[in-house]
């Protein structure tokens, strides 16, 4: 007697703002699980669920427009359907835009699969004044159609039972193949003959032949290889049939089907009040200019929000450390120094700043996260798409770099909605260029001290220089990572909706538990390392590992006019750019008392600057300092910085490599400053 079966894969595959997330986290709940897909860096979501019996595992297919190999992301989703077969592929498509979404399920149809259409956001829809017969589309497709609204919860049961049914059923998936002859007329008939029983792939034939009309690179030289070289000539006789245009002609195609599949199901009753006052919103936010205004005011809110949400934490984290280090070497009074030093000044430091990152973090995800969920963020990045074109990147890094002048950490973070992971990962390695507050609040001190009726002139450089620094560096990624093709922004703006704050607080402890996992580890390992080279040989900073660390990068340090105290100052700002005023009050003398790693994190300095300024001017030059100043602001990310990168990029070679660039950058900037500097005074 056969035993059923009861473990079921499901794809959730669709375009980007169809609600495939709010899906996916209504069915798997905390039961989540975010990795690498095997051998590439886009990222894997899963999850698991049960119904009836059944258990499911979910897994959420990175969000594209076609199965083209544009991008990593859409080969992963063409190699998920095609090498690991799933028992359900679930389409998610947006009802309020059913023409352009459904376009990925006119590729997804032509494969052998049991497939789910459902059509998510049919409030909105409906609010738009969309009138779908949601029964004669199912007729017209041949699968299963379940409306749904996903934000408020509506048609979950319904999904449920479909893809129960679905798995349980033992009928062949139909067939629905679209007629794809309207304008092409035979051509693809024509390609598909020349292909057919001579390819060794498990690729639809039809499918290829709309790939090789495509001029897909991929499916291209798969079939080359395949055919004979006879039989690949003929194919490419047809293929020039197409003049060029097959691109063209094959979308048309599929646009073709989908308004003869709509043309009998979807109806417009007309606009509501509430559309059109979103319609005037909306074009204020992709104003050519105003909406720029509108952006840059609304990401200032998003800082002072997470500012005001976040800074009574961190007070009070940054100030109980030094406390809680106290009292741990108190109780540990009978044990070895060093002992006590590594649990108050080693462990409580990289806790306390782990911790002090978190709760920075969680205020900010959750607004991203809002922002997201409503649909702005797609008009953000259109706004800004021509400006992030001259770098190389396109509309959706601007929020990264935009969130970086608050906060490196912030920045990078800021590119998960950015799909491409190339893209995203020149995004990553480039927000550590912008200067975040801290960094701001140290060379605004050393400006004011030593060129302060030059302000704008050494502002108005570092500007310039690091517009420089964003276009080699964006050259360098560019060159060096693997060729993906380059589309521009390719995008659809989603319609505004009302906020779902289930699916905010999933994605905010989803992407929080990941940074625990992988940044919180890193940012407590570097601090710990730091506490190392602080206190020994001897237990006192100022004669420690660290300082002679310094003088021995004083030859590196002598091209830039540094001696070993502003060296250290550079080192210390890996742990926090807020350090590195800290460590030259220590250094200094300014800094009475302050002989570990751990008050160097809580000392506050502000109400010494003037003696700190007056120890500075006695002690370096304006070619120094200007070194200084150029070095800090290219200098190394703080161990924040780095923690979060490795957390998104999940790669100890992008990690150290950007820490390597960037101390290299930091040394180039700060030698050619110094040397001008001489020039000048």
């Known amino acids: ?39 590439k860096t886009v990222e894997k979501k899963g999850g698991n669920f049960h119904f009836n019996d059944k258990q499911f595992e979910l897994i959420d297919l990175p969000g594209t427009y076609s199965l083209t190999s544009n991008s990593m992301e859409e080969k992963v989703t063409r190699d998920f359907l095609v090498n690991e077969k799933p028992d359900v592929v679930v389409a998610v498509v947006d009802a309020s835009q059913l023409e352009r979404t459904l376009y990925m399920l006119s590729e997804i149809i032509l494969f052998p699969v049991k497939i789910i259409l ?59 193949n679209p007629n794809l002859k309207w304008q092409t007329g035979d051509l693809t008939a024509e390609i598909e ?103 840059v005011l609304i990401l200032m809110l998003t800082f002072i929000a997470t500012f005001l949400l976040c800074m009574p934490v961190i007070k009070f984290l940054l100030g109980s450390m030094a406390n809680i280090s106290g009292l741990l070497k ?45 649909g702005y963020i797609a008009r953000l990045s259109y706004v800004f798409d021509g400006f992030m074109n001259r770098l190389g990147l396109h509309g959706k890094s601007f929020m990264s770099f935009l969130l970086s002048f608050s906060c490196n950490i912030s920045g990078v973070m800021g590119s998960r909605v950015i799909d491409s992971w190339k893209q995203r990962l020149i995004t990553i390695i480039m927000t550590s260029i912008i200067p975040c507050g801290a960094v701001w609040g140290v ?33 360098l990624m560019r060159r060096f990572l693997p060729d993906e093709d380059y589309t521009g922004l390719i995008m659809e703006l989603p319609p505004y909706h009302k906020p779902n704050f289930r699916t905010i607080f999933i994605y905010t402890w989803t992407f929080a538990k990941g940074f625990i996992k992988r940044g919180f580890t890193l940012i407590a390992g570097v601090s710990f ?27 590196i340090g002598s091209l830039m006019g540094m001696d070993w105290r502003l060296i250290v100052a550079l080192i210390a700002a890996v742990a926090s750019k807020e350090a590195a005023l800290a460590s030259l009050a220590v250094i200094y003398g300014i800094g009475s008392g302050v002989t570990s790693i751990t008050q160097i994190y809580s000392t506050k300095v502000g109400f010494e600057h003037s003696a700190l300024g007056e120890a500075l001017l006695h002690s370096i030059g304006p070619a120094t300092a200007l070194a200084f100043i150029f070095a800090f602001f290219f200098s190394i990310p703080c161990v924040g910085t780095l923690g979060v990168i490795y ?17 290299f950058t930091s040394l180039a900037f700060g030698v050619i400053a110094y040397n001008v500097g001489l020039i000048i005074f």
Request: with cysteine; hydrophobic share 40%.
């Open 1 to 39: 007697m056969s035993t059923l079966k009861t473990n079921y894969t499901i794809a959730l595959a669709g375009q980007p703002n169809t609600g495939k997330s709010t899906i996916f986290n209504r069915l798997t709940g905390g039961h989540q699980h975010v990795g690498n897909w095997p051998g």
């Open 118 to 176: 459902v059509l998510n956001m049919m409030d909105v829809a409906t609010a738009n004044g969309v009138n779908l017969d949601v029964g004669n589309l199912q007729k017209e497709l041949g699968i299963k159609v379940i409306p749904m609204a996903a934000s408020k919860n509506q048609g979950m049961p319904e999904l449920l039972e479909a893809i129960d049914s679905e798995c349980s059923s033992k009928k062949e998936p139909v067939k629905n």
């Open 193 to 295: 003959a020349g292909i057919a029983g001579k390819v060794n792939a498990p690729y639809p034939e039809k499918w290829l032949a709309l790939k090789l009309l495509e001029e897909d690179s991929d499916i291209c030289e798969l079939v080359e290889n395949e055919l004979e070289p006879a039989a690949w000539d003929n194919v490419k006789e047809s293929l020039k049939k197409s003049q060029g245009g097959g691109t063209l002609l094959a979308a048309g195609e599929r646009y073709s089907w989908i308004n003869s599949i709509l043309s009998s199901s979807l109806q417009w009753t007309g606009q509501s009040k509430k559309t059109g006052r979103r319609h005037k919103f909306d074009s204020l936010a992709t104003h050519p200019l105003w909406g720029k205004i509108l952006a």
């Open 330 to 374: 108190s109780s540990l009074a009978g044990q070895p120094q060093w002992v006590a030093s590594m649990i108050g000044d080693g462990l409580v430091p990289g806790l306390g700043i782990s911790m002090v990152m978190i709760s920075f973090l969680l205020p900010l995800f959750f607004i991203i996260g809002f922002l997201e969920d409503v």
């Open 443 to 475: 060379i605004g001190l050393m400006i004011v001290i030593f060129f302060n009726t030059n302000t704008v002139l050494v502002v108005s450089c570092l500007f310039l220089a690091m517009i420089i620094q964003l276009m080699i560096t964006s050259m």
């Open 529 to 555: 390392f730091v506490w190392l080279l602080s206190y020994f040989p001897n237990g006192n900073i100022e004669t420690s590992f660290l300082s002679t660390i310094g003088h021995g990068l004083d030859p």
């Open 647 to 663: 957390s998104e990029t999940k790669s100890i070679k992008w990690t150290v490599g950007s820490a390597c660039y960037y101390t």
